[in-house]
């Protein structure tokens, strides 16, 4: 993504544009979606997951108002969502793709929880364009004035990526958010997902899941994105390195915790 200047940006209206309040700690997350053909089996399941997702995070009015989504779509090409249009119509002067990029949760629309599957998998561009979007959006509310927490993406996919199969861009731009505190990674990696790829992007990260269910079972997306809406509410509620409470077994046969590190437990992950 080019390197990206807020010509167009809703002047002296932070509260309108970012919804919530200049004195509360606002939160950025990413959901990098794998929409390419190979995940076409499970993703009516993967659409009910996100859509789990917002109603749960949501049942707390502060979080609804407070967690700023985008969306990245990884398939052949890459598409950042233009949910803000999406969600109010898209009148006035064009915004840029960052502003264009982030609704507060509760205004997520519907027909972004309704992705199809198609193409080839750009993980590394996509995973990129959603740091770098994460990051400028951070920046931005930072020049308003406004109070920030970390930020969250999530990854998930069934692949590794193609054509090139590397992903070396992306890993090490999420080594350095990390290192700063920028950014909390939460990769799940299904089907004949490439362990390779998910050790590599999440080294700097402690760790990621791993799922094992056959392609009709739906209950374990949807647990993982319970699992997700729980750190969600907790990073954007709670005091930085509190511990998140969460529902998730990290022993589960569906759904595991792998250390990449060989030192983090899935209890410090959770926080």
Request: charged share 25%.
């Amino acid at each position: 993504m080019n390197e990206i200047t807020p010509t167009n940006r809703f002047n002296n209206a932070a509260t309108a544009v970012l919804g919530g309040s200049l004195n509360e700690a606002h939160m950025s997350v990413v959901s990098v979606n794998d929409c390419s053909s190979s995940v076409e089996d499970v993703m009516e399941q993967m659409n009910r997951g996100r859509a789990h997702f917002k109603e749960k995070v949501c049942e707390s009015a502060k979080a609804g108002e407070l967690v700023d989504i985008a969306m990245v779509n990884v398939s052949s090409e890459v598409e950042v969502m233009p949910l803000r249009d999406m969600a109010y119509g898209g009148e006035g002067e064009p915004l840029d793709e960052v502003d264009a990029a982030f609704v507060p949760l509760k205004d997520l629309p519907d027909e972004a929880l309704a992705l199809n599957a198609h193409g080839l998998t750009r993980l590394n561009d996509g995973i990129v364009r959603a740091l770098k979007l994460v990051r400028e959006h951070t920046k931005r509310r930072q020049q308003l004035g406004m109070n920030v927490k970390r930020s969250l993406v999530l990854i998930y996919s069934d692949g590794k990526d193609e054509p090139t199969g590397r992903v070396d861009e992306a890993a090490q731009l999420i080594s350095q958010m990390v290192e700063k505190n920028l950014v909390k990674v939460i990769f799940l990696g299904f089907g004949d997902y490439d362990r390779a790829t998910a050790e590599q992007l999440t080294a700097s990260c402690g760790g990621y899941f791993e799922a094992n269910f056959d392609a009709s079972d739906g209950i374990p997306f949807q647990r993982f994105f319970h699992f997700f809406s729980e750190i969600t509410c907790g990073m954007s509620q709670l005091a930085a390195g509190s511990a998140i409470p969460v529902s998730l077994d990290p022993d589960d046969d569906d759904i595991r915790f792998i250390s990449t590190d060989g030192v983090t437990t899935f209890e410090d992950f959770c926080k």
